[in-house]
């Protein structure tokens, strides 16, 4: 899991409510992301931010939202507009790209559940 | 960004080379070729990286044409532990967003 901690592993939200996860790295990462992964699904990009401060949206970003106050820290907030949740979520890092072959490295992943 | 399309599973047993090939036909001149492996209620690990022609590491090889079109990865003599989804992808060293399809679902049987 390269240095990335995700917490907590798993999550349970009640209906209405805002759940956010935690995502930490240590390996002086500028760039940080979050995926959803649906069952037998591939991974979905959900924001990704690459300097302090500053974030972008992914392709489903709709009922989520993030913050990067730290270069460490990238905690993903899910609101009770995402009518949907339910999912495994991976945070990943990675050097910016054009410094190099960036590969990205991930968390090891927070499942929610709705009850 | 690449996008890149891949066999949807592949049954092995212990022992055989598995190759794994992804198509990528609207690659960019910057895009590298990256694969990674996933095992189940896990996150991704990177297996592998290259440009063009072969890349070979402790896990695996990397095989990539001149025309950069297609790649393909060749695990050898899997064991029961290879059993995980193969993940293709396009990364621009100019962008920043790895777009992750369905990946391959790769059986290896005793």
């Known amino acids: 899991d390269g240095g990335i901690t995700q917490s907590p592993k798993y999550l349970f939200r009640k209906e209405g409510q805002n759940v956010t996860l935690s995502c930490e790295q240590n390996l002086n990462h500028d760039a940080m992301y979050w995926y959803r992964q649906d069952p037998g699904q591939g991974l979905r990009l959900i924001y990704y931010s690459q300097i302090v401060n500053d974030f972008q949206k992914g392709d489903i970003a709709e009922g989520y939202s993030v913050s990067r106050e730290k270069k460490e820290s990238f905690p993903l907030t899910v609101t009770s507009a995402q009518k949907n949740p339910t999912a495994f979520y991976l945070c990943?890092?990675?050097?910016?790209?054009?410094?190099?072959?960036?590969?990205?490295?991930f968390g090891p992943g927070t499942r929610l559940l709705v009850l | 960004l690449a996008k890149t399309t891949q066999p949807i599973s592949m049954d092995s047993y212990e022992g055989q080379e598995v190759n794994i090939t992804c198509s990528h036909n609207n690659i960019a001149t910057n895009d590298y070729i990256t694969w990674y492996q996933q095992f189940p209620s896990q996150g991704p690990r990177f297996i592998i990286q290259g440009y063009k022609t072969k890349v070979t590491n402790e896990v695996a090889s990397l095989f990539i044409p001149a025309d950069r079109k297609s790649s393909t990865l060749s695990l050898p003599r899997v064991s029961l532990s290879d059993t995980a989804v193969y993940y293709c992808l396009g990364a621009s060293a100019a962008g920043n967003k790895l777009t992750f399809g369905g990946g391959t679902r790769v059986l290896v049987k005793p």
């Open positions: 990943a890092s990675s050097t910016l790209p054009g410094q190099g072959q960036e590969t990205q490295y």
